[in-house]
């Protein structure tokens, strides 16, 4: 739908003037209302609304501010954050100790030059490695999740030699070409076959299982470069493999010499109650993928840190081989990274995690043995929870329930059968006991309705 310059110079204006606004008029508030639908139906998607925001869609929930606990809507609605926007928000929203250092930052420079040596890259570097579990060493930033994976898995291949990799049913590991190829759901798949060939997906939490796949590819001649792997399925509902399964994996990949990836990308920075997931079951990885929280929930910074053996001499003499991304490691990112570093080691963002995963835990099992025909389980480790419900509808009905009193949570039309609950590491007690009251009200409402 083309424009005039002069018609798209003004749209620009009036949009910036929102974006500059102290208070905005309720004139103001009623158009960016219609304009966000219009705008998401006519220029994102027609399905975006109904899909994707199906909870919200009714209230017309035009998010605009958020603080700590917190995301407001444009009319002043308080909506408590218990899906942390699915693990970016350990440190609250905006936290201040954070934006402070990245508007510093801005005030410097914003982007790199591409050219010059920029220190905070080697920094955040460094202090990665510092908070790293056993030698892993050496960083590559990148923007996304999925991103980060690319790298995980190409550097995989360069280091090892190897061609095949090992992944998981129900793994997660983002959307772009290699990312999926390792991901273990059809729905995401399906349509792009074929993908990257050299993949077996096994059973996840059956280390026997990748065992036997590595071993059969040796025995008819193909190579393996790793297996890659979630310590905990995010995505998949909270799925927790059974204990000493990272360490039988690790020995196998030992025997193999196959490099094992772990994708800690959302169980990492302190959301599963320790600073990444690997180290609750004291493993080292060769490679670790990281993102989401580490940003601090103000910039967007993913990457991948890795053992020495895995920098082999093709990637120093030439550093561009496993990738260049133009903004990957920038300025702003790297100041958020460092500023969350400090904040959680500072506040012990991991062991408040545990605690209040402890408590959270607690008192749902409490509300699952009084209403066990509404929930079916509840798993998690530290702040990565799950409900699992009876079907889909009873979880959706349950979160819309919850959307209403005002918590939010994630649930979507399609599956909502396994509802995550990932708020802020920095939740309060208080805050968690009111989300629990109103989980209680939700569920007595949905018994009625589905009568259960
Ligand atoms: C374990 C894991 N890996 C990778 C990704 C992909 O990250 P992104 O959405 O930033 O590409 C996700 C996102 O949910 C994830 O949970």
Same mark, same amino acid.
């Given at each position: 739908?083309?424009?005039?310059?002069?018609?798209?110079?003004?749209?620009?204006?009036?949009?910036?003037?929102? $974006?500059?606004?102290?208070?905005?008029t309720?004139?103001?508030?009623?158009?960016?209302?219609?304009?966000?639908?219009?705008?998401f139906?006519?220029?994102v998607n027609?399905?975006?609304?109904?899909?994707?925001? *199906?909870?919200?869609?009714?209230?017309a929930?035009i998010?605009?501010? +958020?603080?700590?606990?917190?995301f407001?809507?444009?009319?002043?609605?308080?909506?408590?954050?218990?899906?942390?926007?699915?693990? $970016?928000?350990?440190?609250?929203?905006?936290?201040?100790?954070?934006?402070?250092?990245?508007?510093?930052?801005?005030?410097?420079?914003?982007?790199?030059?591409?050219?010059?040596?920029?220190?905070?890259?080697?920094?955040?570097?460094?202090?990665? *490695? &510092?908070i790293?579990?056993?030698?892993?060493?050496?960083?590559?930033?990148?923007?996304?999740?999925?991103?980060?994976?690319?790298?995980?898995?190409?550097?995989?291949?360069?280091?090892t030699?190897?061609?095949?990799?090992?992944?998981?049913?129900?793994?997660?590991?983002?959307?772009?070409y290699?990312?999926? *190829?390792?991901?273990?759901?059809?729905?995401?798949?399906?349509?792009?076959?074929? &993908?990257?060939?050299?993949?077996?997906?096994?059973?996840?939490?059956?280390a026997?299982?990748?065992?036997?796949?590595?071993?059969?590819?040796?025995?008819?001649?193909?190579?393996v470069?790793?297996?890659?792997?979630?310590?905990?399925?995010?995505?998949?509902?909270?799925?927790?493999?059974?204990?000493?399964?990272?360490?039988?994996?690790?020995?196998?990949?030992?025997?193999?010499?196959?490099?094992?990836?772990? +994708? !800690? $990308?959302?169980?990492?920075?302190?959301?599963?109650?320790?600073?990444w997931?690997?180290?609750? !079951? +004291?493993?080292?990885?060769? $490679?670790?993928?990281?993102?989401?929280?580490?940003?601090?929930?103000?910039?967007?910074?993913?990457?991948?840190?890795?053992?020495?053996?895995?920098?082999? !001499?093709?990637?120093?003499?030439?550093?561009?081989?496993?990738?260049?991304?133009?903004?990957?490691?920038?300025?702003?990112?790297?100041?958020?990274?460092?500023?969350?570093?400090?904040? &959680?080691?500072?506040?012990?963002?991991?062991?408040?995690?545990?605690?209040?995963?402890?408590?959270?835990?607690?008192?749902?099992?409490?509300?699952? !043995?009084?209403?066990?025909?509404v929930?079916?389980?509840v798993?998690?480790?530290?702040?990565?929870?799950?409900?699992?419900?009876?079907? *889909?509808?009873?979880?959706?009905?349950?979160?819309?329930?919850?959307?209403?009193?005002?918590?939010?949570?994630?649930?979507?039309?399609?599956?909502?059968?396994?509802?995550?609950?990932?708020?802020?590491?920095?939740?309060?007690?208080?805050t968690?006991?009111?989300?629990?009251?109103?989980?209680?009200?939700a569920?007595?409402?949905?018994?009625?309705?589905?009568?259960?």
């Open positions: 739908m083309a424009a005039t310059k002069e018609v798209a110079l003004q749209e620009a204006k009036r949009i910036l003037s929102y $974006i500059e606004s102290k208070e905005l309720d004139e103001d508030k009623e158009r960016i209302t219609k304009d966000s639908i219009e705008n139906n006519n220029h027609p399905g975006w609304l109904v899909y994707r925001k *199906s909870v919200s869609t009714d209230a929930c998010e605009w501010t +958020d603080t700590e606990e917190h407001t809507d444009l009319y002043g609605n308080d909506f408590i954050d218990c899906l942390g926007g699915f693990g $970016i928000y350990t440190c609250g929203h905006r936290n201040p100790e954070i934006v402070k250092y990245v508007k510093a930052q801005l005030d410097k420079y914003a982007l790199h030059s591409q050219e010059l040596v920029d220190p905070l890259r080697g920094y955040l570097a460094k202090l990665v *490695s &510092m790293t579990p056993g030698d892993l060493q050496y960083c590559f930033f990148t923007n996304g999740g999925a991103e980060a994976v690319e790298m995980a898995l190409k550097l995989a291949r360069l280091a030699g190897g061609r095949y990799y090992i992944s998981t049913v129900g793994a997660f590991h983002g959307k772009s290699g990312a999926i *190829s390792m991901g273990g759901k059809a729905a995401y798949r399906e349509d792009y076959l074929p &993908m990257i060939q050299h993949v077996q997906h096994v059973k996840y939490g059956d026997d299982a990748i065992e036997t796949a590595i071993d059969n590819l040796v025995t008819v001649g193909e190579t470069a790793a297996v890659i792997l979630e310590p905990i399925q995010g995505e998949a509902g909270v799925q927790i493999p059974p204990k000493g399964y990272l360490k039988r994996v690790r020995e196998i990949c030992d025997k193999y010499g196959v490099a094992l990836i772990l +994708d !800690e $990308i959302q169980t990492g920075m302190g959301r599963t109650g320790t600073m997931r690997c180290e609750a !079951e +004291d493993v080292v990885p060769d $490679i670790m993928t990281f993102g989401k929280a580490f940003g601090g929930g103000v910039m967007p910074i993913t990457g991948i840190v890795a053992r020495p053996n895995m920098w082999v !001499e093709k990637l120093v003499e030439n550093p561009w081989i496993l990738g260049s991304p133009t903004f990957g490691g920038n300025p702003l990112a790297c100041a958020a990274a460092i500023a969350t570093i400090k904040y &959680m080691l500072e506040n012990d963002i991991p062991k408040q995690c545990k605690e209040k995963g402890d408590y959270f835990m607690e008192k749902l099992n409490a509300l699952m !043995e009084k209403y066990p025909t929930i079916k389980e798993r998690g480790a530290g702040l990565l929870i799950c409900l699992e419900f009876p079907a *889909s509808e009873v979880g959706y009905a349950v979160v819309k329930g919850l959307f209403d009193r005002h918590v939010m949570t994630a649930g979507t039309l399609v599956n909502a059968q396994s509802v995550r609950i990932e708020p802020p590491g920095i939740i309060s007690y208080e968690i006991d009111t989300v629990l009251e109103k989980l209680e009200e569920i007595i409402d949905v018994k009625k309705e589905f009568k259960l």
